[in-house]
């Protein structure tokens, strides 16, 4: 056989086999297919690489992101797991497997942190919201804006007191759902972009100013949620939601 | 003159519960005279409470020093003039001596001079039950419905050898421990008896001195005694703190043995028997129990002998016996185990193994054996989803055999089937400790098959409500499995508000509203520009009527003059309001001039030429040049007017 036979044979071969290797795999679909393979063989490392070589690419599918929280649970990081769970839940908030997955992943986590009061109405629609997808959430303000876009632009064409009265009742109420919708959308985008970090560590001292000689004011540990309120060259200023507060080392968090 | 006369100390003999009260010994005469006696004592002793005058009473002993294992004698004496009714002195509070003799009672009456006086005293013979400087606590004695009370007594125990000669009376019976009966404990102290009394004794013995929480300890209570026994009885309830005391019948009528002790020969009687299982581990005691006993007294008066009965009743106490209980051990209880100590065996029965959906079926559990089952509770038959099962009915029953307590208990189910089929009713399984073997052990019944028919009327069981069901238990929490993506991947990191789309959408209906705005305002704009117009060229046109009217000023030509005239005012209020003139009626043109300001003048002016023209143009006769004249220079006098009050 000649050598360019040879050479087309091999480049044959490598093609062929491509999929079936994490290195070789090039495109998300097939990654996440080797991901999940491995997964189900019990090779959560190998599952975890697959996943986030997919997440390297810009695919921010909260499928990936939720099969590899499974994937770093499975191997005992707890933070990691807890991290890609939340950040699948921002995706796709009306996801139970991943709220069921974090609920049980916060369950394992050294600190007790007491969540804030809320009151029942609020924390009833809280929940609604939280189980909407941004994007339905996005159709239905379209909806009801254009219903009261197409009311409001009908007054002037329409003549007749009648006519213009309903018409302007109408329109009020269709503003007046533009206004809750655009409200809710407005909470799903905070929500989105709440600076939020999970603890990445073991154990995590927690001080009172940007610099290691400060006063160590209380400890947390891997997995737990923190609320990222400041910046301070490597230092991140956190809280907690009963209102403690300190400054952590960057690396020793991961932004949500 | 002095008289002694010895008498019963006791006229009567206390009820004593749990059937030990006023036992008598089988063979022990009823003597007529010892009532007799009694009488006469009762009348010399405290026949009138009233009668107690100068009472004192006095505490002694006969040494203040003895050998351990010696006796030492307590004399107890009344003095005074008269003495009520006396009841024997109060000795439980003597906690440093063991009673073993006494009360022997003496009455004694002195004449001298004219004076009486009466002398009774107790005496008691104690044993100290240890060395050192030991105390007879003051001795509380009834007379004449009055409480005296003696001093207290101190006794110095030497060690053995030491001090003071040993009490009288003979020596002791048996020997010393190790002796009592079945040689599984020590028994009690050999109690020694004055001389010229009885030997008589009461022992408390146990089974065994270890035990498991839970394990039968089988209390006796032995008499032993030389001499005739006529009457007995428990002085106080015996309780048994510690322990669930279940009793063991003895016969009524006492069986007497002969027992040996050593040299002596002893008549044995069993007072009481229990069955004790201990409720706590530590060291638990059995306490001291108290009899009374009547027996016959040794008389040196023949005459007394031979008429009457002399009795007295004297007092014996066990010892307390310790106990030492062990817990069950902790490591290898099975589950299940509801704290059965002993032994037993367990069958399970079904009354039948063929039936039918909805046909009750009777099972029984049975657990039975050496033991007490009175602390088991537990339900032994687990819940059956295929049947509907009732509260079962739990009967349970002792028995003793070999003085040794056998339990039964027995679950009653009525089971009722949900469902046709093979069933089975699940082995049931029952855990206890067996203490002889020190391990727990559990035994089970083997599973029973019921085959269970339709029921009679064709149904497969009852609807749904029936079937007992059972919440389903979370095993342990595991995280939900991966997702596939069968319909691909999707890149869902920026949310759709966040898309130039959804800007352009939100920025679509404004632009179009927008739009209308303007449009539906030029629309407008332009609408009032014609009318403005039109109201502008008002004047023009009615100028222009006119004209041509003036150019029709002819009689020839009168009627096309008059129209034109009413044509010119008609269109002008039609221009000036921008209506229609085809529509106008006097009314309406009244109503639009009046909306604008026009004066009555104007507005009568108006109408009254308006009114000749129509006159004119319908009744021609009586036009002439003059009047067209007239006509037309009111005519546009009118329009001058409006004009300037329109406009205004």
């Not at chain 2, 009744?619 to 004249?629: D, L, N, V």
Request: hydrophobic share 40%.
């Amino acid at each position: 056989m000649s050598p360019s036979r040879l050479a087309l044979v091999a480049l044959l071969t490598l093609w062929a086999a491509a999929p079936l290797s994490p290195a070789l795999a090039s495109t998300p679909r097939e990654l996440f297919q080797l991901g999940n393979s491995a997964y189900e063989q019990g090779k959560f490392e190998e599952a975890a690489g697959a996943y986030e070589k997919i997440l390297a690419y810009g695919f921010a599918d909260p499928r990936v992101l939720y099969n590899l929280a499974n994937a770093c649970f499975k191997q005992g990081k707890l933070g990691a797991a807890i991290l890609y769970y939340e950040r699948a839940l921002r995706l796709d908030p009306s996801d139970q497997d991943v709220r069921d997955n974090l609920e049980l992943a916060r369950g394992l986590i050294h600190d007790r942190i007491p969540e804030a009061e809320i009151p029942y109405p609020v924390k009833a629609i809280r929940e609604v919201l939280d189980a909407l997808p941004v994007d339905v959430l996005c159709v239905v303000f379209l909806c009801v804006y254009y219903v009261a876009a197409g009311l409001v632009g009908a007054l002037p064409v329409v003549s007749g007191n009648v006519r213009r009265r309903v018409l302007g009742y109408g329109a009020a109420a269709a503003g007046l759902c533009v206004l809750l919708s655009g409200g809710a959308l407005f909470y799903k985008h905070q929500d989105r972009t709440a600076a939020h970090a999970i603890v990445m560590r073991d154990r995590v001292d927690v001080l009172s100013g940007p610099s290691a000689d400060n006063t160590v004011l209380f400890t947390v540990h891997e997995g737990a949620r923190l609320e990222v309120r400041n910046r301070r060259g490597g230092w991140f200023q956190v809280s907690l939601p009963n209102a403690m507060s300190g400054w952590v080392p960057s690396e020793a968090v991961e932004r949500v | 003159m002095l008289l002694e006369a010895r008498g019963p100390a006791d006229r009567s003999m206390r009820a004593a519960p749990g059937g030990d009260a006023g036992r008598r010994p089988p063979g022990s005469p009823s003597r007529p005279a010892a009532f007799l006696l009694g009488l006469l004592a009762a009348w010399l002793c405290g026949g009138a409470p009233a009668m107690a005058q100068g009472v004192s009473v006095r505490a002694r002993v006969d040494r203040n020093s003895v050998a351990e294992g010696g006796q030492v004698s307590l004399i107890v004496e009344v003095f005074g003039t008269s003495l009520g009714e006396i009841a024997p002195p109060d000795v439980s509070g003597i906690t440093d001596f063991d009673i073993v003799g006494g009360p022997m009672s003496s009455n004694r009456f002195q004449w001298i001079n004219g004076r009486t006086s009466v002398t009774c005293s107790y005496t008691y013979v104690l044993r100290p039950r240890r060395i050192g400087s030991q105390r007879i606590p003051p001795l509380g004695l009834l007379i004449g419905g009055r409480t005296y009370r003696t001093e207290p007594i101190d006794v110095e125990v030497l060690p053995g050898g030491a001090g003071g000669a040993p009490g009288p009376g003979p020596p002791s019976p048996g020997g010393g421990a190790g002796a009592g009966p079945g040689g599984a404990a020590r028994p009690g102290r050999p109690q020694q008896e004055p001389e010229g009394a009885f030997m008589v004794r009461v022992i408390g013995d146990v089974d065994a001195r270890t035990a498991y929480v839970g394990q039968q300890v089988t209390l006796r209570v032995l008499l032993d005694t030389q001499t005739e026994i006529l009457n007995l009885a428990m002085k106080d309830t015996p309780t048994f703190p510690g322990f669930w005391a279940e009793e063991i019948k003895v016969p009524e009528n006492l069986e007497m043995r002969r027992a040996q002790r050593g040299a002596e020969t002893y008549s044995e009687y069993t007072l009481m028997k229990r069955a004790l299982f201990p409720t706590g581990s530590g060291t638990m005691t059995v306490p001291a129990m108290t009899y009374q006993i009547q027996v016959r007294r040794r008389s040196q008066d023949p005459i007394e002998s031979f008429f009457f009965t002399p009795t007295e009743t004297i007092t014996r106490r066990t010892e307390p016996i310790a106990v030492h209980v062990q817990p069950l051990p902790a490591t290898s209880r099975p589950d299940g185990f509801a704290g059965a100590v002993g032994n037993f065996t367990l069958a399970v029965t079904a009354d039948r193994r063929e039936s039918q959906v909805n046909d009750a079926i009777g099972v029984k559990v049975r657990v039975a054996g050496e033991g007490n089952l009175n602390a088991v509770n537990a339900l032994p038959l687990p819940d059956l989803s295929d049947f509907k099962q009732y509260a079962p009915k739990v009967a349970s029953s002792t028995s003793v055999v070999g003085d040794r307590l056998r339990s039964e208990k027995v679950w009653d189910y009525v089971l009722i089937p949900l469902a046709p089929g093979a069933q089975t009713i699940p082995a049931v399984r029952f855990s206890f400790f067996d203490p002889r073997a020190g391990t727990y052990r559990s035994i089970a019944s083997p599973p029973i098959a019921i085959q269970v028919a339709r029921g009679a009327d064709g149904t497969s069981g009852p609807a749904g409500v029936l079937v007992s069901q059972r919440d389903v238990r979370q095993l342990r929490r595991d995280i939900h499995f991966i997702k596939q993506a069968p319909d691909g991947l999707r890149d869902r990191s920026v949310p759709l508000y966040r898309t130039p789309w959804f800007a352009a959408l939100v920025f679509l209906p404004l632009a179009t509203d927008l739009g209308v705005f303007v449009y539906a305002r030029t629309r407008d704009s332009q609408r009032a520009n014609a009318r403005q117009r039109r109201e502008r060229r008002a004047r023009s046109l009615a100028r222009r009527r006119l004209k041509e009217a003036r150019r029709r000023m002819a009689p020839s030509t009168a009627r096309a003059f008059y129209a034109e005239v009413a044509q010119a005012l008609t269109e002008y209020v039609a221009a000036k309001f921008d209506t229609a003139a085809a529509g106008l009626t006097h009314d309406r043109i009244e109503e639009l001039l009046i909306s604008r300001g026009a004066s009555e003048e104007d507005r009568r002016t108006f109408h009254r030429c308006l009114e000749a023209c129509d006159y004119a143009r319908f009744a021609p006769t009586s036009s002439g040049p003059e009047e067209m004249r007239r006509t037309l220079l009111a005519a546009e006098d009118t329009l001058v007017r409006l004009e300037r009050s329109l406009g205004a």
